[in-house]
């Protein structure tokens, strides 16, 4: 499908009509995938002190999150051409068994280097089911019914900012940390086993062979890793240099993988803001970035400058979370001209947050964090899911499966830089130092201060994508 094109218009399905279908059993498959996926971190960041007191590694903690990320995205770019060579339910049970496995060697690690094996595993099969939800949803549900669909599964993702640090607090308060990893993996065990049995079999675009994109996976694993290594030593000596070579070996990657003809990882033109693809690809990357400083910083800054407790500040962090799943529920029923509104308002949300974030972090009060976190998260709850079915929809119909996967892949990415360069600007404003309050408020006016142009060229992307009438391919 071109941007020229014009044809039927999508609608909204009710929640009726998808409770009519049958199928929520499969949804409640898929979304036993997400849950493992977005569970893990937060539950890890929880139990991990009481795992390093045990089997120590204080100085290579950062990549237990690090080497998870890298194997999540890794394994989510190759999604849709894994569920084409083997199908969905085959790709499925893979990636369930591998997140299996990575559980299972965290949960016996004796070392951290053992551990970080299992999570790079644990990454690997999370970040695998998650794209392949988003393939499944195309393959699966009439489009109408995505918006609804991908609302629920963002309450998912809002659940699990409570839930994960719970589980591994409550773990890690017992001394049974490594029974934290035990229970992903018996869930893992039980998706693996199930979806054989409820996941009906799908046909995607083309059946055409595959050949495995040894050389385009070496590429997007260097370009994670220089960004994921930029976000750890986090001076800008290294950093910088570390950024750029991702960025550049990114591109490389792009460059190949649109050479293809066929069994593409991206779909063409994915950044390539002259197209509704590339519009929606870059308000998913420029976004996720811009808002990353919040993730990262937000706890930290919350303690040092306003006195908050970690528990404290945890829950202003989650309000973020609660905000995104709330609004994607609530306005997942959009007709055409609300949803193009939806959108356009969340795009506008998020840049009002990235840039008010800043000042508010510095001179208080905190009630306008909160309310700042609110926006954010109902920004993305606004867009996501109406974002990706555009998108979706805009890609020719051979590609559809690669962007439906390459999108979660994207944020991936996105998280991972917005980290990274959140780094370097709060070390070069001072934060590696420590100091004062006072020095803390400069910091936190500068990482949020930062990312404000990021934040609107996201913003004017998604505006782009949201001001075209949607349309069915």
Not at 83 to 107: D, E, H, M, N, Q
Request: net charge positive; glycine share 10%; proline share 4%.
């Amino acid at each position: 499908m071109t941007d020229a094109q014009t044809e039927a218009p999508l609608g909204n399905a009710g929640w009726a009509a998808i409770l009519k279908t049958g199928q929520l059993g499969q949804f409640a498959l898929l979304c036993l995938g997400i849950w493992l996926h977005a569970a893990d971190t937060l539950l890890v960041a929880t139990a991990m002190p009481a795992a390093v007191a045990e089997i120590g590694g204080d100085r290579l903690v950062s990549w237990t999150l690090s080497l998870y990320l890298l194997g999540s995205i890794i394994s989510a770019a190759a999604a849709a051409l894994a569920a084409t060579a083997i199908g969905l339910r085959r790709a499925f049970v893979v990636a369930a068994l591998v997140y299996t496995i990575g559980c299972a060697i965290s949960a016996l690690a004796p070392n951290m280097p053992v551990m970080l094996l299992g999570r790079f595993g644990q990454g690997v099969g999370g970040g695998l089911l998650v794209a392949l939800t988003y393939v499944a949803i195309r393959r699966l549900f009439p489009e109408e019914m995505w918006p609804r669909l991908i609302a629920l599964m963002s309450a998912i993702w809002g659940a699990s900012a409570f839930c994960g640090p719970m589980i591994g607090g409550f773990f890690a308060d017992l001394g049974l940390w490594r029974w934290g990893f035990w229970t992903f993996a018996i869930q893992a065990l039980l998706l693996a086993v199930l979806v054989p049995m409820f996941l009906r079999p799908t046909r995607g675009a083309s059946e055409a062979a595959q050949r495995f994109p040894l050389v385009r996976l070496i590429l997007l694993s260097l370009a994670v890793l220089a960004v994921a290594t930029a976000g750890i030593y986090v001076t800008p000596g290294i950093s910088l240099p570390l950024v750029a070579a991702g960025a550049a070996l990114f591109f490389l990657f792009l460059k190949r993988d649109g050479s293809r003809a066929t069994d593409k990882m991206f779909p063409t033109r994915a950044f390539d803001i002259r197209t509704l693809v590339g519009a929606g690809f870059i308000a998913n990357l420029a976004l996720g970035t811009a808002a990353m400083s919040f993730t990262v910083y937000g706890p930290f800054l919350l303690q040092r400058i306003h006195g908050m407790s970690a528990l404290g500040a945890g829950y202003v962090m989650a309000a973020e979370a609660v905000a995104w799943s709330s609004t994607a529920i609530l306005f997942a029923g959009a007709n055409e001209a609300g949803e193009r509104l939806v959108m356009k308002t969340g795009a506008l949300l998020i840049l009002l947050a990235v840039a008010l974030l800043g000042p508010a972090m510095a001179e208080g009060p905190v009630w306008a964090i909160v309310l700042l976190s609110l926006a954010q998260g109902a920004g993305f709850g606004m867009l996501w899911g109406f974002l990706i079915r555009r998108v979706v929809a805009a890609a020719p119909e051979h590609e559809r499966d690669s962007a439906s996967a390459a999108m979660p892949t994207t944020q991936q990415i996105a998280f991972a830089l917005g980290a990274a360069l959140a780094g370097i600007v709060a070390n070069m404003a001072g934060f590696a130092e420590g100091g004062t309050a006072q020095a803390m408020q400069a910091v936190a006016l500068w990482v949020f201060v930062s990312f404000v142009p990021l934040a609107a060229f996201g913003a004017a992307a998604a505006w782009r994508i949201a001001s075209r009438r949607a349309e069915k391919g």
